[in-house]
């Protein structure tokens, strides 16, 4: 004979709830704002570490502008380079620096092993 246990069967119920398909979950402006807010956090970190080396005075604002400076410069440089807007002047200059860097960093391989067999 088996004598049914009230807390034992709510108990139940509730894992069976756990395992039922959730409606909906997080709306969009969540999960847009879950992914995002890392990014900010870092960018935020990056550039007040930037402002305090610039506060300090480690190098000259030819050297290493401000933050401020920078953005606000910024579009008014990449037009004066590409004539064009920044947006199609910055995806060229990018590429063409990885690829030369990678270049280079290859050169300085065959360089270190030729001098490396002598």
Same mark, same amino acid.
């Given at each position: ?10 108990? #139940? ?5 756990? @395992?039922?398909?959730? +409606? ?6 969540r ?28 190098? @000259?604002?030819?050297? #290493? ?13 990449? /037009? +004066?380079?590409?004539? /064009?807007?920044e ?9 063409? @620096?990885v ?5 280079? @960093? ?6 270190? /092993?030729?001098? /490396?067999?002598?």
């Open positions: 004979m088996h004598i049914a246990d009230p807390t034992k069967d709510r108990v #139940l119920d509730g894992l069976d709830l756990l @395992e039922a398909p959730s +409606e909906g979950g997080p709306g969009r402006g999960r847009v704002w879950a992914a995002l807010w890392p990014k900010l956090i870092a960018l935020a970190l990056v550039v007040t570490a930037w402002q305090v080396v610039v506060w300090t005075g480690w190098r @000259e604002p030819y050297l #290493l502008p401000a933050p401020g400076t920078v953005a606000i410069r910024c579009p008014q440089w990449c /037009r +004066e380079v590409s004539g /064009r807007d947006h199609s002047a910055l995806g060229p200059s990018l590429l063409i @620096e690829w030369d860097g990678s270049r280079r @960093e290859r050169r300085a391989g065959e360089h270190n /092993r030729c001098t /490396r067999r002598q």
